[in-house]
Each structure stands twice: as C-alpha cells, then as structure tokens.
C-alpha cells in the first residue's frame, strides 16, 4: 500500500476494483466504513459479482472478469478528453512533457509496440527510452504540445478506448461507466481524494502488473498520489506476505528490493554496470545512486567478517541465475523431473499453484519433499488416496516425504509487516504441541547439519556454504531480537560523523538509526535496508504500542514502525504543491515551513531541501517525476494495453491477431492445455469467503462449520439455460480437469452483453481440498491454466474459460 | 517500550478495584457485597494476556491470546480464548470471521506434533525422532547438492547455484525467520525460492 489502512479515512471517493475488501480483508474495510460515515465518501465498486463490498457501496457497475485495464483506460481517456485531470499536479509531477526517442510506436492493427520480432513473440526495447540532449538530460516540451511528448502520446493510445469500446470490451453499460467516471473526476482537484483498493482479482491475470499500472495512472492524472485519502492500495493476502517480500524470499530478489545477481554479473563491479541512476533530470535526487551501499551492508551481514573490500564482500559466493525460477518455472521444472528436493515452509502448492493434473505428476517425481508447518497440508499427504478428491495410487509414488511440525503464529515471538508497510511484534503466549518446533530453529538445524556435513565429509563448493556469518549466540537457536538487530544492521567499526569529523557519529556495535548512514566501505551491517530504523539504540520500533494520533489525521506514527524511515503515505511531498503549500487545507500533509518540510508525516524528500530546487517528489525515480510511459521496465511495453485473458470467450476486438498478452509467461506444453468458447463457453472466476482464509483455515473447526463445502456459483439466466435447480450437483469442467460441487443459483454474480454476445459468469470459492474439517473437494486448481503474468508470472486464476453441466443427485435446498 | 501495558489493562485494572474497595466507599453496605460475592469471576480475569497479530490476511489486526499459565515466567501456558486487541489502531478490537476463528486453529486436529516420514510406494507417515528427520534431510540435500550444484558454467564463469533444489518459504512466518532462510537457502545456493507474494 502506498498509504495506510487507517488513512482510507481521509478518503472522499473510494475506488474497489480487483477486490472484496468487505469479505477479504473485513477488519481493513472498516475504514472505507469510517470514511463513509465520518467524510461522506462515496463507495464505487467495479466487479463481475455484486459482492458483500458491493451491497454497501454508493455505485456498483459490473465488468466482464480479465478486462480491467480496458476498463481503466476508459477512465483515463474520459479524464483526458473531458479535461478532468489536476493539471498542476500532472505537469509538474510527472512525465507528461517529457518527449520519447524517435521510433517509438504502437500499431493499433497489430496491437504490439515498436520492436516485436512476431517470430519469437518477443521485444527489442531499444525504441522504449526518452529523447536525451546534448546535456545528458531528457528532452522536454512543457507545452505538451510535442507530438512525442508523454502526455501527447498516452492521450492517442487511451483514445481508443471510448465508452463504446469499453462497453464492448468489458459489458459494462455505458450509463454506468460514465457514472463511475463523473464520480471519479470529482477528485481532480487537490480539495478531494480518491483511494483505490485491490487484491488478487488484478493480479491473477496474464496483464495483471499493466492493469496496476493504470491504476496508478490514473491516480496520478487525478493528483491522488502521496496525499491522504488517496494511492493505490494493494490488500495482500497474508499476514507476512508484505514482510517476506521485503525480506527477498523471491527468486529475483534480495532482502530490501536489490537484485539477486544473475549469470551475466558474475563479479560485483558488472553487477553495479548494469544499474545506472545517473539523474534524467537536472536537479533529481535519483535516490538508488545508494545502491551500493545497501548492496555492500547486506554483504557484511552475509557473510561477517569474511566479506572484505578485497573479495567484492563475497558476492562470488552468492548464487547466480541463469533465468528466474518463479513458483511457474519451478513447478514446470518439478514437472520435468529436474528439480529433485523440494521444500515447502508453510505452503501448500498442490492447491494453490495452477493444475492440480499437472502437479500431483509433478511431485511424484521428486526424490525428497519435505513439509515444515504446523498443519497437516494437502501437498505433504498428495502421495495419498483420498478418492475422488484426490485419485492416486499410493503404491506407485516413489517420492521419500517428511512433515515436519512447527509451531504457529501464538507459539513463537517476531514481527509481521502488514499491507500498508508496518511492522508490529509479537510476543509468544505459549509452547507448540508435542515435538512441535519454530521455523528459526528448524532451518537453523538444518543448515548446520549439512555445513557440519561438508566440514567432515568435504564436497562440491563448500566455500559458499562456510563463509556465511552464523555467529549467533547459540547458533541452533538465534533468537527473533538478535535476528530484527541484524536485519536493521550496526555500525562495524567507529564511523565519524560526516558533518564534524572531531566527533564518532557510532560506536562499533551500535545499531543505526537510518539507512541514510549506510556506507559502501563495509563499515556498516544492514540485511534489509528498508528496515534500518526499526530495531535502533533505542531499542525494537516494531514493539512500539503508542496508539496517539497527534496530527488528527490517522496516521499513528508511533505504532510499530513503517518501512522506509517510519513514513505512513509514501511519496508524500506530492501533498504539496510545487511552492510547497498544501494543494487544500482538508488535505495538508506535508509542507515547506521556509526552513524545512514537516508534518504529519516523515517526509519523502531530503528535509531542508527547499522547494526552488524542484527535485521532483518521486525521488526513487532518476526523472524524479512519475511515469506515465514506463520505458524498458515492462515487458509487454512502456503503455498498458488490453489483453483478453489466454482463455477468452471473444477474440480482442481492438486486434483480434494479437488478442492475448504477447510477453507472458506460457510453457509449451501448457499452450496445448487451453480450451476455447466452443467447448467450454462460460468465464469462470475464483474467489475467497469471509469466513475462510485460502487453504488453511479447513482445519480450524468453527471456520469449517460456518462455510462447509465447495460450490458453484451461477447466475439465475444461466441456471435456466442449462436447466440447473438451486443445491443440484453440477460438474464444471476446463481442458485440464474437472471439479463436483453443489450449484448455488445467485442473481450476484453477472451475465453480461459482450460485443454482441451474451457471456455468463462461473464463481467458485478457492478453499476446498481433502485435507481438514471441510467436505472433500477435489481444489478449484484443477481447472486453472498454468501461464503468468508477463512481469510477475503471477498465474492466471481469475479468468479462464469452462463448461458446467448438471449431475443427477439429491436437490439439496 | 516492549512493555504490553494498555488502555485495556489498565481498565481491568480498575475494574477489579471496583469489586474491592469502591463498594464501601459508594457506602452501600452489605447488599453490594453480598452481590459481589455471588457473581461468578470474570473468566478472564486470571488469565495471562499475550498481544500477537492475526496470522490471515495482512491486515495484520492485533489480538489478545489469553492463556491459562504464563509462558514467560516458565509456566505451561494453554490458550483458551482470542480477542481483538482494542489498542491496535487499525482493527480497534475487532475481529472478522476468519480470525474469530484463530483458537480453532491452534487446537486444530490437523496439527502435527510430531515428525512424521512417508517411505517411498508407503500408504502411510510413520513417526520418526527429529534426530532422524534432520540427518536424513540434511544428507538426502548434501547429496544432491554435491550431485547438482554448478560451480562454473561451461564459459568458466562462477555462479555457485543449485538448480535442483526448491524452495517455498511462507507467508506466515515472521521476517526473522525469513531473513535466517535467506541466509540458509541462498548460502547453500539455491535459486529456485519463492513465497506466495507470487501467486
């Protein structure tokens, strides 16, 4: 989340698009309550069902499930054709007067950008940069008038998607769409805000990051970015989603959002050559030019005192990758047989990773799997006959399986960090059950026991196994405070203090205070940058529990600590205007004093940097600017298009050629595992119940009594259609597999006009399997489709294409 | 700072002031007394409270774990009841379903209290010492590594990876245990590492 749970309350239009925050995230949702109670906001709710979030909400519009974008770049060209935009914001704030390289195009007929070799489905990104000047700096026109400006360039692309073509994309009634888009523009003033909440209905898709993107877009032609009440606000799924993320536990990715390297920077200083943030504009601050720094303090956590200046601080002994191996991607690999050992800690992919088909062949590949977790999950018994449910032969799996027992949540002390950044403590209430031990302990075992393994026996590269710093006080068992101190990181020798070199700005061994003390020369320690600040000499921020609001505005800068710096709403100097005055009194947050900014807030610039230097507010950015063209960093292209999901009733009607996303991720033999409309005419759709949460809480007795068993939700047109009763059992069926459950006939979920043709909506709860207090259900997975998004390879659950037909069986209703 | 003193502790406090010495002081006498001598004991007044966080949905609302014994002075604790932890700012003492429903989880049937291990073609998890466990793991993973691991690609270039080994860290872990499986998993070399922000 750019701005917190509790900051919805200064919110005065509420966007839920992607997402069912009343069902899914109900103790979050009361802000959007307090915000229509207390602030007269106005609740719009997009989505293909008339969900619980729905039924409290000002507007509802339905949409077609998979065309978000289209939806939201109809939004886009309302705003930009109907001059609804924050035009001092949008022209000082972002990159609208920026022009773009020569060369650079879409083709609206073929639906690519510039550079697509259409043999290989792929991209020369060489066009998808600005125009650079003689000063090293980008081209501008603050006009706007240039044809290749930014703004002159996303106004042609969006125009393509008028009300018309939005009501054919996405069958949403244009009365309702302009409704929702009047709604929306009455926040394109700095005197109201909107906020935008979303979860896994934008993510699961094939286009998901792009439909993101618009998002953020759109808020940014609004002026809703850094100000309260307003930012694009993700609602994550689990409790510690945010902060494993955080922490790099991704193929990709390191503690704190650096690069884990690949095969191509096999030494440090190639590493640094790939990432250039030198400034785009004269006076941005580029604030990655610290990279290095944060690189080098992540390396001496690593690896101690065996990183020194002399061996790159033992970046040779990181792994490289030659490709990212993605939960897709190691799954496909599973599959083939080449990943051999598998480990799952708290994580149930039988169920929640595409192709239940394809799994269960997969895992019985693997020569190991081992399970840490508190609960018996459905991936460690897959090997396991559970009937219908689960059809395997027991006998024929050679797969060596360990289920591990851990202790849970209540059961052991550290941090959370949750949706919107902040990191809260937690302390422990009691021991596990029997034999049962937390993860630390079990992953430190482990680790020690193969080290002790190489030391005594010797083997293939033990060097990058040795030099890892362990120096723990009991190496079995470091504890969650000596791991948080290090996550935060200290001052390795006496560092002096830059403004008075007569004085010691830290003591070695003392905890910093801010990453902007990290150093390059390894002086400094710090796992996870973004978190330097939350354990200090002051001791553990995250357990602080100082629930005061002194600015009234919601912020409860003294609960827990927010990563970066204990800042609530990120890119937060964008609550001022360029003089550095509040856009509104209603919506001052941070401002220029004549000395320094301040406010309600940490704020997002460097604080006695005054306003004339115009820095811009997006100081992570080497334009210091937001983006509205993306350049290189997105692989389907620098502008969001509509893709139709990779199973889709219609072909795309703005370029039926190119219909899906030409950059996601498909495996071969999975593109011969899609069905099509004639076989399997309805969209289905997944979601989540209130009372369960994913596939964990069919263990947990009273959530199982509250919402028992798998079903299928249809609406009462199609009912009719297919000649299905309320309670029937029915058989929803894709090209990869089959699922039974009882039919729930329900007018909430939509039958929409499509280009012409009448598309229905299959809904289907996620949470059922064979393992728990739950009836036995076969996991709604079978019916997915294994691609990913072309950026985050996030599968694509939320649109696909099936069949239902009813079974004969007892009417239950 | 680590201190879980609260608004809420605080008004317990004072409420069990009440039931002592406000009685006389109101000044009404024996009937008051007799009174608070017959109603039962709040069953929560003896119990231990623990403030965690809700381990579902990120959200991340605060919770009051309340327990029979007192782990932190050594005692066995057993957690008999969960409540929303009305000084967290964003929950404000509220719990949804989902949550409403964590005690059922830490009592689950389906938790594993012990190791476990399923032999290859079995029908069945047999009960194994985690002595056991971890050096048959830790060796099953010594091999494989020492089996698989590429110290140089066929250009002689160092990348130390381990492409054979999977790994799926969860989401309800805390951020220490995640950054000492950073450190395990990336020492050893693997690549292949995920969690669920990924699908």
Redesign the interface.
């Known amino acids: 989340m750019t701005n917190s749970w509790t900051d919805i309350k200064n919110a005065d239009v509420v966007l839920i698009m992607g997402g069912n925050a009343a069902e899914a995230h109900p103790c979050g949702f009361k802000w959007v309550t307090e915000a229509k109670h207390h602030n007269k906001a106005r609740l719009i709710v997009v989505d293909p069902r008339f969900t619980r979030s729905a039924s409290v909400s000002d507007f509802y519009c339905p949409i077609r499930a998979g065309t978000d974008t289209a939806y939201l770049l109809g939004v886009i060209n309302y705003l930009l054709t109907n001059d609804k935009i924050h035009r001092e914001y949008v022209a000082n704030y972002t990159d609208v007067s920026l022009i773009v390289k020569e060369g650079f195009s879409f083709d609206e007929q073929e639906g690519v950008f510039s550079g697509f070799n259409a043999n290989n489905r792929s991209y020369n990104r060489d066009t998808w940069d600005y125009e650079i000047g003689p000063d090293g700096f980008v081209v501008r026109d603050t006009t706007l008038q240039h044809p290749r400006s930014v703004y002159q360039l996303l106004k042609k692309h969006a125009s393509r998607y008028t009300p018309e073509m939005v009501e054919r994309i996405c069958g949403s009634p244009k009365e309702k769409f302009l409704k929702v888009c009047e709604m929306i523009s009455s926040t394109a003033n700095g005197e109201k805000s909107m906020t935008i909440m979303y979860a896994l209905g934008w993510t699961q898709h094939s286009y998901g990051s792009q439909t993101i993107r618009t998002a953020g877009m759109l808020q940014l032609l609004l002026g809703n970015i850094g100000v309260p009440g307003g930012g694009v606000n993700a609602l994550r799924g689990h409790s510690n989603v945010q902060g494993l993320t955080d922490i790099g536990l991704l193929s990709q990715s390191t503690p704190g959002y650096l690069g884990q390297p690949r095969e191509s920077e096999p030494t440090f200083a190639a590493h640094m050559a790939n990432r250039n943030f030198r400034p785009l504009m004269q006076n941005s601050i580029s604030f990655w030019q610290n990279y290095k720094k944060f690189y080098v303090s992540l390396l001496k956590s690593m690896y101690g005192t065996n990183a020194t200046a002399e061996n790159d601080f033992g970046y040779e002994w990181l792994p490289k990758l030659d490709k990212v191996y993605d939960t897709l991607q190691m799954f496909e690999l599973v599959y083939q047989g080449q990943i051999k050992g598998f480990v799952c800690q708290g994580f149930n992919p039988l169920l929640s990773v595409p192709n239940k088909a394809k799994l269960i062949e997969g895992l019985s590949k693997l020569k190991f799997l081992v399970s840490i977790d508190p609960l018996e999950t459905d991936t460690v018994k897959f090997w396991q006959n559970h009937g219908e449910a689960n059809p395997v032969d027991p006998s024929k799996i050679q797969t060596e399986v360990f289920m591990l027992p851990a202790t849970c949540f209540a059961e052991d002390e550290g941090s959370f960090t949750n949706s919107s950044r902040t990191i809260n403590w937690r302390w422990k209430a009691a021991e596990g059950p029997g034999e049962s031990r937390n993860d630390i302990s079990i992953v430190a075992e482990l680790f020690l026991r193969i080290r002790d393994l190489y030391q005594k026996e010797g083997g293939k590269a033990p060097d990058p196994i040795m030099k890892v710093d362990w120096s723990y006080k009991d190496p079995k068992l470091p504890t969650a405070d000596e791991l948080m101190r290090e996550i935060n990181g200290k001052a390795l020798v006496d560092i002096p203090d830059p403004a008075d070199a007569t004085k010691t700005l830290y003591k070695a061994g003392q905890q910093i205070a801010s990453f902007a003390q990290l150093r390059d020369d390894g002086s400094t320690s710090s796992a996870c940058w973004i978190y330097t600040g939350a354990y200090t000499e002051r001791g553990n921020m995250t357990a602080r529990r100082d629930n005061s609001d002194p600015s009234g505005k919601y912020v409860y800068g003294n609960w827990g600590f927010a990563w970066p710096a204990n800042r609530r709403i990120v890119y937060n100097r964008a609550s001022a205007d360029p003089s550095g005055k509040a856009w509104s009194e209603r919506k001052s947050y941070i401002t220029w004093n004549g000395k320094a900014w301040g406010g309600a807030d940490v704020p997002d610039y460097p604080p006695p940097l005054a306003p004339e230097r115009n820095a811009g507010p997006f100081i992570m950015n080497a334009e210091g600017v937001a983006r509205f063209f993306a350049r290189k960093m997105m692989n389907e292209g620098p502008f969001p298009e509509h893709y139709e999901p990779f199973e889709s009733p219609v072909a795309n009607v703005l370029h039926p050629k190119m219909s899906t996303n030409p950059a996601a991720r498909v495996f071969k033999a999975d593109g011969a595992a899609f069905g099509t409309s004639k076989d399997f005419p309805y969209v289905a759709t997944t979601y989540r119940l209130t009372e369960h949460f994913h596939w964990w809480t069919k263990t947990s007795k009273l959530n199982a009594i509250t919402q028992p068993e798998f079903f299928v939700e249809i609406s009462p047109e199609l009912a009719k259609e297919k000649n299905i009763t309320n309670g029937q059992w029915v058989r929803v069926s894709s090209n990869r597999g089959s699922a039974k459950g009882k039919v729930v006939i329900s007018k909430r979920i939509s039958s929409l006009m499509i280009d012409g043709k009448k598309v229905h909506h299959v809904g289907m709860p996620i949470h059922y399997g064979f393992i728990g207090e739950t009836k036995k259900a076969v996991g709604v997975n079978s019916l997915t489709p294994f691609v990913g998004d072309a950026n985050t390879n996030t599968p694509e659950y939320k649109a696909f294409l099936v069949n239902i037909e009813p079974l004969s069986g007892p009417v239950t209703s | ?2 201190v ?1 003193f ?1 608004r809420r502790q605080f008004l317990k406090g004072t409420g069990a002031g009440v039931a002592g010495s406000a009685i006389g002081a109101f000044g009404f006498g024996g009937a008051e007394v007799a009174l608070a001598q017959a109603a039962q004991a709040f069953k929560l007044s003896k119990a ?1 409270e ?13 919770m009051i ?1 309340y ?1 029979r ?1 007192d ?2 002075k050594g005692e ?4 008999f009841h969960i409540e ?1 932890d009305v ?6 003492g ?13 009592h ?16 069945k ?1 047999e009960p194994v010492t ?1 002595d056991f ?10 091999e ?3 089996a ?2 590429v ?1 140089k ?1 066929r250009d002689g ?43």
């Open positions: 700072m680590n879980q609260s231990t623990t403030r965690n966080t809700c381990p579902y949905c990120s959200v991340s609302c605060g774990l327990s014994g782990v932190k066995k604790a057993e957690i929303g000084d967290n700012p964003v929950n404000r509220t719990l949804c379903p989902k949550g409403a429903g964590a005690l059922d989880f830490i689950s049937k389906q938790r594993v209290t012990r190791p476990m291990h399923r032999k290859p073609g079995s029908d998890f985690w466990a971890m050096e048959r793991i830790a060796k099953l993973m010594k494989d590594r020492d698989n691991f110290e690609t270039v160092t990348v130390n990876r381990w492409p054979t080994m999977g790994f799926l860290a969860g989401c309800a872990t805390s951020n220490e245990a995640g950054w000492l499986t950073w450190k395990a998993v990336r020492g050893l070399g693997i690549v292949a590492v995920d969690n669920q922000a990924r699908i």
